[in-house]
């Protein structure tokens, strides 16, 4: 599985930072493209801040959280030496959003959802919460399978 969740983790990074670049050169300074009839659009965003800009005063702050998670994401799969699916998707998303903030200062967020009054995000951004999910999930699981045995 190491292997696979590391082909994963690569996977989400490499199309995160593809569609970040796409985004900064197509969509920048242009209009907003409305996708599948207008369910959400893509639109060019500079996030200083985490989700919903939140800490958006605080980039500093934020490259080092990050930093530190990341890093100890790292030394954990190092240490114990596997890469559980969940912790593959939030370190391709800790790493993609943490590439922008040391390259830009900023995260490129670009995806728009019109159906509901939601943030603009990006492939990072889904990935941390599918990665979150799926550790949840895993928790979940673990715990009913403890108080079965």
Known sequence: MLI????????????????????ET??????????????????YSQNTG???SFLDD????????VSVIVI????????EKKLDLGIAFIL???????LD???????????NPLFMDFAIFNISDIALNI???LLIFQWLTKEKRVQND
């Open 26 to 43: 197509q969509l920048q300074g242009s209009e907003p493209i409305p996708v599948l009839n207008n369910l959400f659009e893509l639109h």
């Open 4 to 23: 696979i969740n590391s082909l994963i983790l690569v996977i989400v990074l490499v199309s995160d930072q593809l569609t970040k670049n796409w985004a």
């Open 101 to 111: 903030r040391l390259v830009h200062g900023y995260v490129i967020d670009f995806i």
């Open 58 to 65: 605080k980039p500093q702050f934020l490259l080092v959280l």
């Open 50 to 52: 985490m989700a919903f």
């Open 131 to 133: 990665g979150m999910a």
């Open 92 to 98: 391709a998303g800790g790493l993609g959003n943490l």
């Open 72 to 79: 100890s994401l790292i030394y954990y799969i190092f240490k």
